[in-house]
């Protein structure tokens, strides 16, 4: 069984313009950081021209799309009936997309089956973690 779950999503750049961009974006889980998810957009789709990587927590994503949640640099809150609106904040400014709701309903689901909510603490490799934490002297 893969430890891994990735999903392509097809992500709306919120603009000022009338016309929203679509942007191809990657969720990603990994049962070895279960309380993390990843979304990664390619480098084609930032201004810098290099992939930019947004990390926060899963029970955000979950909560995010019942109600309004998170106060940090990624805020997430439904948007109409069939999509979610997730906002990036950073010292160069914010950047919202729209995701429809349930293609993130789908990659939770995939999640929930790798790694049921409330027991993440069962798939914690705390020795790796505190080897990483301290620079491989552990």
């Known amino acids: 069984m893969s430890t891994v779950i990735e999903q392509s999503v097809q992500a709306r750049m919120v603009a000022?313009?009338?016309?929203?961009?679509?942007?191809?974006?990657?969720l990603r889980y990994d049962r070895r950081d279960p309380f993390t998810v990843r979304m990664a957009f390619?480098?084609?789709?930032?201004?810098?021209?290099?992939?930019v990587s947004w990390e926060f927590s899963r029970e955000l994503l979950a909560d995010g799309l019942e109600s309004a949640a998170?106060?940090?640099d990624v805020r997430i809150k439904p948007f109409g009936?069939?999509?979610?609106?997730?906002?990036?904040?950073?010292?160069?400014?914010?950047?919202?997309v729209h995701v429809r709701t349930a293609e993130l309903r789908r990659?939770?689901?995939?999640?929930?089956?790798?790694?049921?909510?409330?027991?993440?603490?069962?798939?914690l490799d705390l020795d790796r973690s505190l080897t990483d934490l301290f620079g491989g002297t552990c």
């Not at 000022?16 to 990657?26: Q, V």
């Not at 390619?42 to 021209?49: F, H, V």
């Not at 009936?81 to 919202?96: I, K, N, Q, S, W």
């Open 16 to 26: 000022s313009a009338p016309r929203m961009k679509t942007l191809p974006a990657r």
């Open 42 to 51: 390619p480098a084609r789709a930032t201004l810098e021209g290099t992939e």
């Open 70 to 72: 998170g106060v940090g």
């Open 81 to 96: 009936r069939d999509r979610t609106a997730l906002e990036f904040h950073a010292a160069e400014g914010v950047a919202m």
């Open 107 to 123: 990659f939770l689901e995939r999640a929930q089956k790798l790694v049921p909510a409330g027991d993440e603490h069962r798939f």
